[in-house]
């Protein structure tokens, strides 16, 4: 990767401002044809192909039908687990994709909204299901694009 242009750098210890660069977005493409350079992500859409040539078959499906099914594989596919599974029933849940998308596994069924319920009337669980709704509201506008 190369160097960004002096008028975009400023001297400062690491981490210590954050900030966007309105300078543009650097792209770097791969050679065309030539999957083999994309790594992890061209393998994730080799799987997600095959296996939509496999369940579709000769099939014709309508917009959202297909939506539809796209989307569930899109959630299969980021369920996967991360790491190695454990057999020990007490170790924590593996971390996968999801989790840094959506903060939670996709099998998981959607928390209820409890941002509207005035906190004395929340119970100790629900206050903190709607802290966390909170933070993951404001960490969504602010740093997901």
């Known amino acids: 990767m ?29 050679p ?6 994309g790594g992890l992500w061209e393998a994730g859409i080799k799987s997600v192909k095959s296996h939509l040539r496999r369940v579709l078959g000769t099939s014709l499906l309508t917009y959202e039908e297909f939506s539809t099914l796209l989307s569930q594989i899109e959630a299969t596919i980021n369920s996967r687990p991360l790491s190695p599974l454990s057999s020990d029933p007490n170790d924590f849940q593996p971390l996968t994709p999801a989790h840094f998308l959506i903060g939670r596994p996709l099998t998981s069924l959607p928390d209820p ?33």
């Open 113 to 145: 909204d409890v941002s509207s319920i005035p906190i004395p009337r929340l119970k100790a669980f629900e206050l903190v299901q709607q802290l966390h709704q909170r933070l993951w509201k404001r960490w969504s506008k602010e740093y997901k694009p």
């Open 32 to 37: 065309a044809h030539s999957p083999h350079f």
């Open 2 to 30: 190369a160097d960004l242009p002096p008028s975009r750098v400023q001297a400062a210890p690491p981490f210590s401002t954050v900030g966007v660069d309105y300078g543009g977005t650097t792209w770097h493409f791969i």
